[in-house]
């Protein structure tokens, strides 16, 4: 079966660097992405991974490993503004977005 | 980035009754619009895709008679929850995207209805 795994809630103290895993199983696999949802929002986009290796867009930087399934979204200089849920998603052979539950994370000052 | 709207955002209605939900993409043809449900704490769950002009595929376990599709045009995708119940009550949020059948263009993402049914 496909399956998405990410750890449900994180903590992280404001301006420190957090880091957010997710490992997948998709049949077949055509990228990886992160979105960022505030609670009672819409997910907005964050990144798509479909090479190994790191990129980075500003704060935020994600990394895929295809031979192992994983990836994680790096979260630098957190802000109070980053408490939102991070959601970890799959592109299958079909094109299909198979979803993680999503990742709390909580920012303390 | 491309922009999609739902209206309304907040819906109360009372039981047995039925809830339309418009997903418009304002600024681009949307060729393939997808229906989610959310619940409290979880992830996000397809209900269905829908190809403008041709009828909506439904995941497993999604009832098509309750949830109606109906795709229209190429900007425009409504959902109608019928004869909604409490269990019904959850976050509904529409994506939108000019993806092709073979291959995938990013999902844009409508705001989200909350739908409370009393």
């Known amino acids: 079966g496909q399956n998405i795994d990410q750890p449900t809630e994180m903590t992280a103290t404001e301006g420190a660097i957090v880091q957010i895993n997710c490992t997948y199983q998709t049949s077949g696999f055509n990228g990886l992405f992160w979105y960022q949802q505030h609670a009672g929002e819409a997910p907005t986009f964050l990144s798509y991974?479909?090479l190994d290796g790191l990129e980075e867009k500003g704060r935020f930087s994600s990394f895929l490993s295809r031979s192992k399934g994983y990836s994680y979204l790096l979260l630098k200089e957190l802000q109070m503004k980053d408490s939102a849920s991070y959601l970890c998603?799959?592109?299958?052979?079909?094109?299909?977005?198979?979803w993680g539950a999503g990742t709390k994370l909580i920012i303390k000052p | 980035g491309a922009v999609v709207s739902q209206h309304p955002s907040w819906v109360i209605c009372k039981s047995g009754t039925s809830v339309k939900i418009e997903c418009r993409s304002l600024d681009f043809q949307a060729t393939t619009m997808f229906w989610y449900r959310q619940f409290p704490k979880q992830s996000l769950m397809l209900m269905a895709t829908s190809n403008e002009g041709s009828k909506a595929t439904y995941e497993q376990g999604v009832e098509k008679d309750k949830f109606l599709i109906n795709h229209a045009s190429l900007t425009l995708s409504t959902l109608t929850v019928t004869s909604a119940h409490p269990e019904d009550s959850s976050f509904y949020i529409c994506?939108?995207?000019?993806?092709?059948?073979?291959?995938?263009?990013?999902?844009?993402f409508g705001p989200g209805t909350r739908l409370t049914v009393l």
């Open positions: 998603a799959g592109l299958d052979s079909n094109y299909q977005l198979i």
């Open positions: 991974n479909v």
């Open positions: 994506s939108a995207s000019d993806s092709g059948k073979d291959s995938y263009n990013e999902q844009f």
